[in-house]
């Protein structure tokens, strides 16, 4: 029996006559960062959607730790302990970065959400929000309205919000997206950390990211994975960088 902690089984999603998933087969490992790539319009999302419960495929099947999730919504998997950051952030622009990951702590241990003033009073829940916080880059801006937030400082929270609820796996959904050179530097560094205790699925296209996180890399191209591979074995192989257009720099 597999112990991967996501195994996806010959996936497939139609839109009409387009294939937009095409038997897609993958798994994520424990301890590992495995990365999803591939050129626009290549069908990355679609998958994503689809591990996440957002869409439902046509075919095959979808493992959470050795539970199939493949009619399960979002919320069902979630609780299974599927965690993920989005390409456009997905955060409460009205309450604070302490407020919003206090929120996902709240959400994780199953409380309804009523009144915020009977959260305030829940020490414990303010505790392991701060404790998130301790060390990294929003430790001093805890008390911050996520409106007042850089982009590159609501990647760094959508990121804390997904760890709150202690997922099993995390989706990085394009984390880099819209950070300069340095904030992009600064989510690697973070993105290493938490690699140390949760496996992860990174979809990107910062080529330089990817390769300094990814365990291993698949390539998918039109809604088909044509290679899956180790760093190396993916910067010499001739099929990828076809599909990448003979772009050999965003290869080396």
Same mark, same amino acid.
């Given at each position: 029996? #597999?112990?991967?902690?996501?195994?996806?089984?010959?996936?497939?999603?139609?839109?009409?006559? $387009?294939? +937009?998933?095409? #038997?897609?087969?993958?798994?994520?490992?424990?301890?590992?960062?495995?990365?999803?790539?591939?050129?626009?319009?290549?069908?990355?999302?679609?998958? !994503?959607?689809?591990? @996440?419960?957002?869409?439902?495929?046509?075919?095959?099947?979808?493992?959470?730790?050795?539970?199939?999730?493949?009619?399960?919504?979002?919320?069902?998997?979630?609780?299974?302990?599927?965690?993920?950051?989005?390409? !456009?952030?997905?955060? $409460?622009?009205?309450?604070?970065?302490?407020?919003?990951?206090?929120?996902?702590?709240?959400?994780?241990?199953?409380?309804?959400?009523?009144?915020?003033?009977?959260?305030?009073?829940?020490?414990?829940?303010?505790?392991?929000?701060?404790?998130?916080?301790?060390?990294?880059?929003?430790?001093?801006?805890?008390?911050?309205?996520?409106?007042?937030?850089?982009?590159?400082?609501?990647?760094?929270?959508? $990121?804390?919000?997904?760890?709150?609820?202690?997922?099993? !796996?995390?989706?990085?959904?394009?984390? %880099?997206?819209? $950070?300069?050179?340095?904030?992009?530097?600064? %989510?690697?560094?973070?993105?290493?950390?938490?690699?140390?205790? %949760?496996?992860?699925?990174?979809?990107?296209?910062?080529?330089?990211?990817?390769? +300094?996180?990814?365990?291993?890399?698949?390539?998918?191209?039109?809604?088909?994975?044509?290679?899956?591979?180790?760093?190396?074995?993916?910067?010499?192989? +001739?099929?990828?960088?076809?599909?990448?257009?003979?772009?050999?720099?965003?290869? @080396?």
């Amino acid at each position: 029996m #597999s112990n991967a902690i996501l195994e996806v089984k010959g996936l497939v999603k139609r839109f009409g006559g $387009l294939t +937009a998933t095409d #038997s897609v087969t993958l798994d994520v490992r424990p301890g590992e960062v495995h990365a999803l790539i591939g050129p626009n319009g290549a069908g990355k999302s679609t998958l !994503i959607n689809q591990l @996440c419960g957002e869409l439902a495929p046509d075919e095959g099947q979808v493992f959470l730790a050795g539970t199939e999730v493949t009619a399960m919504d979002v919320p069902a998997r979630v609780a299974l302990g599927l965690g993920r950051t989005f390409q !456009i952030t997905n955060l $409460l622009n009205d309450m604070t970065v302490r407020e919003n990951i206090a929120m996902a702590v709240q959400a994780r241990a199953g409380h309804n959400f009523r009144i915020w003033d009977v959260v305030r009073r829940r020490r414990k829940l303010w505790s392991e929000a701060e404790a998130l916080l301790d060390g990294t880059p929003l430790e001093h801006r805890a008390h911050v309205p996520v409106a007042g937030l850089s982009h590159g400082e609501k990647k760094q929270l959508e $990121l804390l919000v997904a760890l709150a609820r202690k997922p099993q !796996i995390l989706l990085l959904d394009e984390p %880099m997206a819209g $950070l300069g050179h340095a904030e992009s530097q600064e %989510m690697v560094i973070r993105l290493r950390d938490v690699a140390q205790t %949760m496996p992860m699925l990174l979809v990107e296209h910062d080529m330089e990211a990817v390769f +300094a996180l990814a365990t291993r890399i698949s390539v998918l191209v039109y809604g088909r994975i044509i290679a899956t591979g180790t760093v190396d074995e993916i910067r010499t192989n +001739a099929e990828v960088r076809e599909a990448y257009l003979g772009a050999e720099d965003e290869l @080396c």
